[in-house]
């Protein structure tokens, strides 16, 4: 995997959800430019079935890169994968939203999870409510109201789910990504 990190290739391995497969994804998208931070996030969901999931992070010097995989049932039955890839200039990055969940905040408090929102512009998300007057028996109709958030990725890391150290580099990463998008 050309200009990334051992500690990159080392994730992907860890991680186990198709390495080589999301290695290659993942070359084609950074297109010959070193990786300087990266967040390698495995997510299994349970449903009518078990279903993986896997989002990779990455910043070069001049761009934002998401790779996604997902688990995919090919006609045949066999295992197959769906695996998108996205890039971003890191100088369209709008917003770098991060909620931390907090553990004993009276006493200076420790980051327990981790909430990484990146928004470029990409992906609305349209919220409407009814409006009321605080009034509990008014009837009347106070129209609606709407709240518009741009959410192109998320990725949310507990130490309680992830560990200890998945949420360290969590919050490594987005220290990293955070300045890399100050700067331009």
């Known amino acids: 995997m050309p200009r990334t990190s051992a500690s990159l290739r080392q994730d992907l391995d860890d991680a186990g959800f198709y390495p080589q497969l999301v290695a290659d994804i993942l070359d084609i998208a950074v297109a010959g430019e070193a990786v300087v931070a990266h967040?390698?996030?495995?997510?299994?969901?349970?449903?009518?079935?078990?279903?993986?999931?896997?989002?990779?992070l990455a910043v070069t010097p001049t761009r934002f890169i998401v790779v996604h995989v997902d688990d995919e049932t090919e006609q045949s039955?066999?295992?197959?994968?769906?695996?998108?890839?996205?890039t971003v200039a890191l100088s369209e990055i709008r917003t770098v939203a991060l909620t931390h969940g907090v553990s004993d905040p009276a006493n200076g408090g420790r980051t327990t999870e981790l909430t990484l929102s990146v928004g470029w512009g990409a992906?609305?998300?349209?919220d409407i409510d009814h409006q009321t007057c605080g009034d509990p028996e008014c009837e009347a109709d106070h129209g609606m109201a709407g709240t518009m958030t741009s959410e192109d990725v998320v990725i949310r890391v507990a130490e309680q789910a992830d560990g200890e150290?998945?949420?360290?580099?969590?919050?490594?990463?987005a220290r990293e990504l955070s300045g890399a998008t100050a700067t331009r």
């Open 165 to 173: 150290q998945a949420l360290r580099r969590a919050l490594q990463f």
């Open 39 to 56: 967040l390698v996030h495995p997510e299994t969901t349970f449903g009518m079935e078990l279903h993986r999931h896997l989002t990779v």
């Open 123 to 126: 992906v609305q998300r349209i």
């Open 77 to 86: 039955g066999g295992a197959g994968a769906l695996a998108t890839s996205e």
